[in-house]
């Protein structure tokens, strides 16, 4: 439908709430699944499988990995497991349950050392996988697994040794293929288990954790400040570990946030390079709302360095991040499938190319030491042609108004292949000589900073209001035609499938046209041209300005052309076309 042409999912997943209790993970709510209880109130295991299975099939022929939402370490005290094995409950000194420490809710913790709990858990696991059909599965409240107490089956077990146990059945259960989040889990033992990790604490409809629980936490009550402080200081796991999960991002009118603070949690995902998740009905939601989530999706698979992680303000949450964009090594797409069988189905997956990125940098025992060089994490991989840049993002964290600041070091550009890492940082001679261009993506506008501006004191800064984030790209100055940028996709540069020109009086700017996207794309047109400019966009005459003349010295000057497009996913030849046709 017309979301899927704006942005298209890759996993579809049933979260909590399917269930009578957690622990009873066969049981069905009769008004969430009607035809389970067309034959009685007491629906058969055959008929819950039935019903489990028509729901992975159906994402499935979406073009979806079936997910599901499961928690097999935890149980609630109504559930009819915990009423029929109790001594499976991890119980403290006194021969009470153990206390759950979890702030919506109290609930059981089944004990990882008891040999039939684990069986429990692999049998559940194992139907949800070879049964209902679920490829991807999210493991919750993980810890419950090694929850505080002497009352275990096996007291010579530590309760390291207990979570153990617990990821290594789990792990069993669902197979070598099977896709694993964990959540709420222990992060280092899961290394290994798991194949994406919840790293922030639960997201929320407020800045901060709402009434009653107490505002001044910092990391661990839901919150949107939360997930964000989580996400970037835990950043550097994502790829290494696992693929970072930063939980949802909140688009809807339901929540307290600010349209500032939506575009900040967004900014936040789309710059560490982590999973991208949505839970709102995408069909309900405002168009500024919903744009904000196409200009950061796809995710590209590198992770932004957190440039004050050490030295953050007195929020305690970093506000520079930095990625690096390069056109000088290029990742290839690729065509995936997910038959099964090794057979293409020719459909392409959004994330194909930010998989491949991940797995370019990922942590591998068998490369040699030096094939991945530090700064390729932070690395954007983009057409031939574009270039190189820069790509920071400034926030403010603050609950007033506050000019947030970047020193000259944060916002220069990558070193040459040739120049080695030692010099990282640092710009090669010559590249900036004319100046840079500055373009503000949130806010969508351009600036040409001279080169004889930027010295060693030069910043660049901007008064942010509170919880407000801008992404801001430096790219060098050359006098050639040049691709500036364009305020469709947060990188300015991921969105583009090429960019040619002739060397003389044409240029040709292909955007990547599989989602429906509109926007403004800024192009340099170099000194040499005298004369009018000609654009067409889509086959057909197209409407532009020039916003900017930038001097280049010597009385010569190139003009920034600004340039709306719609791109119309539709799969015709000439869509997401920008030409520019000027006299030398």
Partial sequence: GPIRNKIMSNVGLIDDGYMTAWGDWGSLKPKAFPTAFMLGPNPSEKDV??????????????????????APFAADKHSKLTKENPDWIIRDNSGRPANSSNCGKFFYGLDATNPQVREFVFRTIRRAVSVWGFEVLKIDFLYAACLKGNGKHDMSMSR???????????????????????????????????????????????????????????????SLRAMVRNSITRSNFGHRWWHNDPDCILLGETTELTDEEVVSAATVVGMTGGMMLMSDDLTKLRHNRLRIITRVFPV???????????????????????????????????????????????ARDPNALAIRTAQSIAFNPDRRLGDTSPGMRNRVHVAKGLGRWSVLSLSNWSNVPATVVAPISVCLLPPLPDKGEGKDGAVSEGDDSLGYHVLSFWSSKYVWIPKKQVDSKWTLSKMLDPHETEVFHVKPVKDEPQYIG????????????????????????AFKSEWRRSGYAFLFVPSYSKGPIRATVNGRRGNFDVIAKPSLGEGKSGRVVRVWVTIRGDGKDEDGIIVLKFNK
């Fill in 49 to 70: 499988d039935a019903c489990m299975k028509t729901l992975s099939d159906s994402m499935r022929s979406n073009g979806m990995k079936p997910g599901i939402w499961l």
């Fill in 160 to 222: 390291a040794e207990a979570m153990h146990f617990a990821l290594r059945c789990i792990r069993a259960g669902a197979g070598p293929k099977t896709f694993l989040i964990g959540c709420g889990c222990p992060l280092g033992t899961a290394v290994g288990y798991i194949d994406g990790m919840r790293i922030s604490a639960d997201t929320g409809p407020t800045w901060q954790p709402g009434f009653p629980l107490p505002s001044w936490d910092h990391s661990t009550l839901p």
């Fill in 300 to 346: 590209t698979g590198a992770t932004a360095r957190a440039i004050d992680l050490h030295h953050p303000s007195k929020t305690g949450i970093p506000s520079l991040l930095r990625l690096w964009c390069t056109d000088e090594s290029e990742v290839s797409d690729v065509v995936v499938s997910d038959s099964g069988d090794g057979s293409s189905q020719g």
């Fill in 486 to 509: 364009s305020d469709i996709h947060f990188t300015c540069g991921y969105e583009v499938r090429h960019f040619k020109t002739n060397g003389r009086n044409e240029l040709e700017l």
